[in-house]
């Protein structure tokens, strides 16, 4: 069983900062990638940003150029910074990993940004 613990999130005013990290509780193996989902009230969960083992990093459109993901392959950790903050990124961060096709998940931590 692959747990992930999440921690980080919080509430900040617009334009502020938050770092989201993720570790999973044991040594993985088969990670082909790693990442960051989010799902706000009444939303679908949608990725916010990944990285694969071969380190290609993938973004949704909205936090490009504000969000920076990055991993450990040997602390098996993944870290979601968040810059220029927005109201409309409040939502349930999850982190992600992929192993052998499966996908994993945390329990969430809630990010909340206000006007």
């Known amino acids: 069983q692959v747990q992930l613990a999440e921690s980080g999130g919080g509430s900040v005013q617009a334009g502020g900062s938050l770092r989201l990290s993720c570790a999973a509780s044991r040594t993985l193996v088969g990670v082909t990638a790693m990442g960051w989902y989010r799902q706000a009230p009444g939303n679908q969960r949608e990725l916010v940003a990944s990285?694969?083992?071969?380190?290609?990093?993938d973004y949704v459109e909205s936090v490009k150029g504000r969000f920076t993901i990055s991993r450990d392959k040997i602390e098996k950790t993944v870290d979601l910074q968040m810059n220029n903050m927005k109201p409309e990124d409040t939502a349930v961060y999850y982190c992600?990993?992929?192993?052998?096709?499966?996908?994993?998940y945390g329990q969430g931590t809630q990010v909340t940004v206000s006007s």
């Open positions: 992600n990993v992929q192993i052998y096709g499966f996908d994993y």
């Open positions: 990285i694969t083992d071969g380190d290609i990093i």
